[in-house]
T-cell receptor, first 111, second 115 residues
Framework: GENVEQHPSTLSVQEGDSAVIKCTYS??????FPWYKQELGKGPQLIID?????GEKKDQRIAVTLNKTAKHFSLHITETQPEDSAVYFC??????????FGTGTRLLVSP | ETGVTQTPRHLVMGMTNKKSLKCEQH?????MYWYKQSAKKPLELMFV???????ENNSVPSRFSPECPNSSHLFLHLHTLQPEDSALYLC??????????????FGPGTRLTVT
């Protein structure tokens, strides 16, 4: 069935460093790939997304890249700040109006 | 805030109790979702409603019963739950309807503990 693998499960960086989280999906028909940030006690918040007709998308310090051939997509955060510390989830679309999620990456940014 | 609210935020219930979770969206969306979030597992899709009709039931036990009285409200009725049902239950909404749209916006969740 549909599956998304996400790595790493935890990531510790120093403030100002870059962070990269990678995901691999299984359904070649997937055409929408969002990233969510979940802070403690809150629901997941959509932070950036990309569609299959685009290879890269950037929004200030965050960017997402997509390689449809390899079925890989990645989240890049530059100049990390302590407030970037959270759990990040990738997801891929499948079927009609549905998403399958990765297992999450806990990002810790140390001052 | 995302425009999706959930109540209660925390719930403790015994295995013989009956309770309901409520979700309301203020985004004018037509599709609503229930997810279960357990530690170290991906978000599990439970139910999908589009235009107030259930379009997905992801092999969820009958002790979970959803209800969507209109496009803004979604309920999850709970009865005779098991301790393994303890989790964060998340509601989400998307544009839905006839448009095959995927952007989903989540509420803050209800932390459920079954004792």
């Amino acid at each position: 069935g549909e599956n998304v693998e996400q790595h790493p499960s935890t990531l510790s960086v120093q403030e100002g460093d870059s962070a990269v989280i990678k995901c691999t999906y299984s359904d070649s028909a997937s055409n929408y790939f969002p990233w969510y940030k979940q802070e403690l006690g809150k629901g997941p918040q959509l932070i950036i997304d990309i569609r299959s007709n685009v290879g890269e998308k950037k929004d200030q310090r965050i960017a997402v890249t997509l390689n449809k051939t390899a079925k890989h997509f990645s989240l890049h955060i530059t100049e990390t700040q302590p407030e970037d510390s959270a759990v990040y989830f990738c997801a891929a679309s499948y079927g009609f109006q549905k998403l399958v999620f990765g297992t999450g990456t806990r990002l810790l940014v140390s001052p | 805030e995302t425009g999706v609210t959930q109540t209660p935020r925390h719930l403790v219930m015994g295995m013989t109790n009956k309770k309901s979770l409520k979700c309301e969206q203020h985004l004018g969306h037509n599709a609503m979702y229930w997810y279960k979030q357990s530690a170290k597992k991906p978000l599990e899709l439970m139910f999908v409603y589009s235009l107030e009709e259930r379009v997905e039931n992801n092999s969820v036990p009958s002790r979970f019963s959803p209800e969507c009285p209109n496009s803004s409200h979604l309920f999850l009725h709970l009865h005779t739950l098991q301790p393994e049902d303890s989790a964060l239950y998340l509601c989400a909404s998307s544009q839905g309807g006839l448009a095959d749209s995927y952007e989903q916006y989540f509420g803050p969740g209800t932390r459920l503990t079954v004792t």
